[in-house]
């Protein structure tokens, strides 16, 4: 099974230009407690971490980027460039972003409020974690 689960939310688009909506808990699967927005990203990887218990959406609202997931088992990429396709995040899973355009602004809807200690910022840490629930 894939790695990367994408959701396609709606686009209404004429004349005047486009529009994307997102509704918590209708077209996306969990209540967001949390919005945060990367932004001037240069050739520095972002991420380089997972998460105890967090789900997260995130979107490339303006410009791409390249996500890499990782379960401790397998690593798959995907790029996103599109503010109406979200990539779901599940706890546990290794996160990292690369390969940002200049333009680039990432979005990120996530499931809980900002809680350093739910983060597993070293690698073999996350291979210890991700052992021990399966
Ligand atoms: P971090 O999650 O490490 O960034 P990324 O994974 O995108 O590379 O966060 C960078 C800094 O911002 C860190 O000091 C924690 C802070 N931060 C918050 O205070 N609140 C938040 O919601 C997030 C995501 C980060």
Request: hydrophobic residues 35%; aromatic residues 8%.
């Amino acid at each position: 099974m894939s790695l990367i689960k994408t959701i396609e939310l709606p686009e209404f688009g004429d004349g005047r230009g486009d529009l994307v909506s997102i509704e918590e808990c209708r077209n996306i699967p969990f209540a967001i407690k949390r919005v945060y927005c990367l932004y001037n990203l240069g050739s520095h990887p972002r991420g380089m971490h997972a998460h105890r218990n967090l789900i997260q959406l995130a979107f490339c609202v303006h410009g791409s980027c390249r996500f890499v997931l990782d379960d401790g088992n397998k690593r798959e990429s995907v790029v996103l460039s599109r503010p109406t396709e979200g990539l779901l995040i599940g706890n546990l899973v290794w996160r990292e972003m690369h390969d940002f355009s200049d333009d680039c602004v990432i979005m990120v809807l996530a499931s809980e409020h900002y809680d350093e200690s739910d983060y597993i910022r070293d690698y073999e840490n996350f291979l210890e974690a991700s052992v021990e629930v399966k």
